[in-house]
Structure formats: structure tokens, C-alpha cells
Nanobody
């Protein structure tokens, strides 16, 4: 089981910036995609941004041009730089990692979540 430890959430004014970081524990099974999802009360968890081992990214339309995702494969970290924050981005943000490979089934891992609150 891969452990994901998140940091960087908090309270920020609209238009401000925050950086979320997540570190995955050592894994015998290869870590493929990493990324961030978010969830608000009463709604389903939704994709914010994902990045594969090669650095290809997938960002939600609502954050394109504002958020940047990056990763360091040597450190098993993924970082989400959030600029131009809006109140509607307020949510619990969850780090995500998928492990798997030729000899292993894909498996999704989740962090404990970090609160991001954007005040108007």
C-alpha cells in the first residue's frame, strides 16, 4: 500500500496562489499516474489535474491557464501550483497515485485530503 502525504492547503484570498505537494512512500510496484482531485460536500470527487511518468498532463477545463502540475519521479512527488484562485475552487483536495505494471493490477491510492479555502 502506497502512503500519500499532502501539504500546502490553507486559506487564501481570491486571486491568490497556493502550492500543494504530495509525496508517495516507496513502492515496489511502479507508480504510474499521479495527480489531484477535489471534492465539495454533496458532490462527487472530480479531476483537477493528472500527470503520467513521462510528464504528459491532463487538466480540468476550469483550471487550465491557472494551475500547473509537475512531478519528480526520483522523489515520488507531485506538485500542483494554483494561481488566480477563485472562491469556487474551495474544496478538499486529494492527492492520487495509481500503481501497476506488467506483473501487477492497477490500483488507486488516495491521500487524506487537504482543505483549500478561497475567500471572496
Amino acid at each position: 500500500q502506497v502512503q500519500l502525504v499532502e501539504s500546502g492547503g490553507g486559506l487564501v484570498q481570491a486571486g491568490g496562489s497556493l502550492t500543494l505537494s504530495c509525496t508517495a512512500s516507496e513502492s515496489v510496484v511502479p507508480i504510474n499516474d499521479m495527480g489531484w482531485y477535489r471534492q465539495t460536500p454533496g458532490k462527487q470527487r472530480e479531476l483537477v489535474a493528472r500527470i503520467n511518468r513521462s510528464g504528459s498532463t491532463n487538466l480540468a477545463d476550469s483550471v487550465k491557464g491557472r494551475f500547473t502540475i509537475s512531478r519528480d519521479n526520483t522523489q515520488n512527488t507531485v506538485t500542483l501550483q494554483m494561481n488566480g484562485l477563485k472562491p469556487e475552487y474551495t474544496a478538499v483536495y486529494y492527492c492520487y497515485a495509481q500503481t501497476g505494471g506488467v506483473s501487477w493490477y492497477p490500483y488507486d491510492h488516495w491521500g487524506q485530503g487537504t482543505q483549500v479555502t478561497v475567500s471572496s
